[in-house]
């Protein structure tokens, strides 16, 4: 794992590209739903709580920016009533979400990923639980559906250098000492990335 924090009394992990993407796989093993849980939280931030809203009928591809976006009803970090946003969805999540729709005939009304939260955090931790047996590797048990969101956040925040602002829009964060915590260190590619130019 590129970080793990168990210094207080959470255990916070932070995965990389290709680990997300072994989780992606092993969620999958288990049903297509649950890899497409997977990838909207770890490729495109959402909450676990966030995970059953979006369908068709809340994406679309923005013809300004050249990107899909989604609509996400969210936790609102100011408190009070949920929180509209739209969130970014990578082009290869967009044709798996559209792949999978046209396969189980969904409603453009439906959701893609009808369950309930703790389902949606129970199949995080289930496949990280089989990629833990599979490696040997204790650490893959303590991962979380929040793990998704922040190795997301800190990937694009940190390795990717994505500015503040757009990543509080997409990831409907309201002010900077809610997304301040996912500014986590550089790893050392990054680093040297930064220092070599």
Sequence with gaps: MV???DSGDVTKCWLSPDELSALERAAGKDGWEREIAVQLMGRCGLRASEVSYPGDDYLRYSEDGSVWLFEVRGKNTKGGDRKVRDAWMPDDVADDVHKYSRERQLDPSEAWVDVS????????????????DDLDSPRWRSVSSHDLRRSWATYHLVERQVDVRTMM????WSGYSAIEPYLAEP?????GDAMST
Aim: proline share 4%.
């Design 3 to 5: 970080r793990v924090d």
């Design 117 to 132: 939260t703790p389902s949606v955090r129970r199949w995080v931790k289930e496949a990280a639980h089989a990629i833990a």
């Design 169 to 172: 829009s997409i990831g409907g």
């Design 187 to 191: 790893t050392e590619a990054r680093i």
